[in-house]
């Protein structure tokens, strides 16, 4: 017979996977920057949200912050800050 909590643990596994990954990406650009910074994950590259001058602020700080989430999380494949 199905047994629906067993199906239902491999979503709860992703949902800690993507929490896990926020925050070590989220980590890595407080400890660049200095700051908070609002951000979203799509396809492996980070679309930072915010006004010009914070976007300038990560982009200067773009290397540091790639290396600190390589750090943080070796499995995970971040391409690019956009």
Do not use: H
Not at 66 to 78: F, G, H, N, V, Y
């Amino acid at each position: 017979m199905f047994n629906i909590s067993d199906y239902l643990k491999k979503f709860s596994r992703i949902e800690g996977d993507s929490l896990a990954q926020r925050d070590a990406i989220a980590g890595a650009m407080r400890e660049a920057c200095g700051a908070e910074i609002d951000f979203e994950v799509k396809k492996d590259i980070i679309y930072i949200k915010g006004s010009p001058v914070v976007r300038s602020i990560v982009y200067t700080k773009k290397g540091a912050i790639l290396e600190a989430i390589k750090i943080r999380q070796p499995k995970l494949r971040i391409s690019d800050i956009r």
